[in-house]
T-cell receptor
Framework: KAGVTQTPRYLIKTRGQQVTLSCSPI?????VSWYQQTPGQGLQFLFE???????NKGNFPGRFSGRQFSNSRSEMNVSTLELGDSALYLC???????????FGPGTRLTVL | AQKVTQAQTEISVVEKEDVTLDCVYE???????LFWYKQPPSGELVFLIR????DEQNEISGRYSWNFQKSTSSFNFTITASQVVDSAVYFC??????????????WGLGTSLAVNP
């Protein structure tokens, strides 16, 4: 069974640009959650999608958005990048919300 | 507000020692879930356990055991006879159990465990 995949693995962007990250969940998993991980703030929940609908949302500004497609693949978009957005962005999939989650390797975003 | 505190930032032990990682949580919900995840140096988080608030039985899985005590709002994790491969960052997390939307998963800042040979 293939695991959670995330692309790209590394990204370098400049302030003001936008970025789109992609996540392919484990086959059969309908819940996809996104997290931001930084040394100072730790892991912070961004949002969760289930069957193409955003079901849960963390406390992030509207510059952070996402969507989920009918095949459960999910994308996360960050617009107007700021230096503080530099982080490891993790995607996790599960059968149901906040069940056992399987994490991808993450996308390392660096904003210059 | 919900909160998870892992007071131990870093722990260093020698192989074969037992080690306990502390997790204290705050929530006003009566129904909630608690989790432990492991993040080895390779980076991918690995699920270890989920416990709901109605199940206070301790759990043992091989060398791993978990002690859930609602009276002290703690969900501590013990590794018995630690091994070098246990070196990782361990996260405790809490989620509520609202039937509707707007659930959140709150994470502790993690405890970095180094097991030395």
């Amino acid at each position: 069974k293939a695991g959670v995949t995330q692309t790209p693995r590394y990204l370098i962007k400049t302030r003001g640009q936008q970025v789109t990250l992609s996540c392919s969940p484990i086959s059969g998993h309908r819940s996809v959650s996104w997290y931001q991980q930084t040394p100072g703030q730790g892991l912070q929940f961004l949002f969760e999608y289930f069957s193409e609908t955003q079901r849960n949302k963390g406390n992030f500004p509207g510059r952070f958005s996402g969507r989920q497609f009918s095949n459960s693949r999910s994308e996360m978009n960050v617009s107007t990048l700021e230096l503080g957005d530099s982080a490891l962005y993790l995607c996790a999939s599960s059968l149901a919300s906040f069940n056992e989650q399987f994490f991808g390797p993450g996308t390392r975003l660096t904003v210059l | 507000a919900q909160k998870v505190t892992q007071a131990q930032t870093e722990i260093s032990v020698v192989e074969k020692e037992d080690v306990t990682l502390d997790c204290v949580y705050e929530t006003r919900d009566t129904t909630y879930y608690l989790f432990w995840y492991k993040q080895p140096p390779s980076g991918e988080l690995v699920f270890l356990i989920r416990r709901n608030s109605f199940d206070e039985q301790n759990e043992i899985s091989g060398r791993y055991s978990w002690n859930f005590q609602k009276s002290t709002s703690s969900f501590n994790f013990t590794i018995t006879a630690s091994q070098v491969v246990d070196s990782a960052v361990y996260f405790c997390a809490l989620s509520d159990y609202n039937a509707g939307n707007n659930r959140k998963l709150i994470w502790g800042l993690g405890t970095s465990l180094a097991v030395n040979p």
